[in-house]
């Protein structure tokens, strides 16, 4: 018997919507939009919208966490209206250097660490049932607690260290905040920290927000995740340190909430019997 999925996909502009009883749309950041994308919107109820320009896309798995009904869900998945997971070379693929620099941002070194796993899919050549299918009988098939997408290497970019910060002073804050908020990760913390160091050279980590986990694991995870931001929230506010991560723009609590995937997933493995597999594409719809 297949597992039970739900994909929400988070949308803040006018594009192509899908729906049905795997894909849940939901438009983000709607509290600050003048934009109606008549979907569900992360501002009802209980939720963090208005933080949408601080947490971006996280204001949706909040609005999920704190909202939806997941009773007869087995597993929960995040999705971006134009990034998501594939576990299969049956789609046609294009590499090009130049679409990857103009999309994300980033440089040549970067291209050759991502491009194994990652590929540019034209929109025409979507079928999202079918991926909403082809995951929920992997997940059948495989039954893993979390998966997330290959890691990599975060060395290119300077700021992309473990803790996604090139600010001395805030990587003190993220660790104290973990230490004060989840006290049962922070030895483990530490660990894959120090361990990061040891190797610097080959380490490879998951640091892209994008995850499928089992709703107990997902539970966790959200309750891990948000006692830690908010907190850091605080805590930069206290010490006056927005905007001092250039390469941040707005998102700072995004991007710093990238690494605690590493913190959880080492904690949850070597205590908790958790099953992590680590395979995943990750494909990028072209404009």
């Not at 104290?176 to 030895?187: C, R, V």
């Not at 160091?197 to 539970?219: A, C, D, E, P, T």
């Amino acid at each position: 018997m297949g597992k039970i999925i739900k994909i929400f996909v988070a949308h803040h502009m006018p594009w192509d919507v899908y729906e049905d009883d795997i894909f849940v749309p939901i438009q983000v950041g709607k509290n600050n939009s003048k934009v109606d994308l008549w979907i569900l919107w992360d501002n009802t109820w209980d939720n963090i919208s208005y933080l949408n320009d601080k947490y971006s896309e996280l204001t949706q798995q909040y609005w999920v966490w704190k909202n939806y009904d997941l009773t007869n869900v087995d597993y929960v998945w995040f999705f971006h209206y134009r990034r998501f997971f594939d576990y299969s070379t049956g789609f046609s693929s294009v590499f090009n250097l130049f679409n990857l620099i103009k999309n994300f941002w980033i440089n040549r070194q970067c291209y050759n660490l991502y491009r194994e796993h990652v590929n540019f899919l034209s929109r025409k050549n979507v079928d999202f049932r079918r991926i909403g299918l082809k995951i929920s009988n992997y997940i059948s098939r495989t039954n893993f607690d979390i998966y997330l997408p290959k890691s990599h290497h975060a060395l290119i970019w300077k700021h992309l260290c473990t803790l996604h910060t090139s600010n001395k002073r805030i990587r003190e804050l993220i660790v104290e905040s973990i230490k004060e908020m989840t006290p049962l990760y922070y030895t483990s913390t530490i660990d894959t920290i120090k361990n990061y160091g040891k190797q610097f050279s080959v380490k490879k980590y998951n640091h892209r927000n994008m995850f499928i986990m089992n709703k107990f694991y997902f539970l966790k995870y959200m309750d891990f995740q948000f006692k830690i931001l908010f907190k850091l929230y605080d805590l930069l506010e206290e010490n006056n340190l927005w905007f001092s991560d250039s390469h941040c723009g707005n998102r700072t609590m995004w991007y710093y909430s990238e690494s605690f995937i590493n913190f959880f997933t080492a904690f949850e493995c070597k205590y908790c019997g958790c099953r992590v597999s680590r395979d995943a594409n990750i494909l990028f719809l072209e404009d």
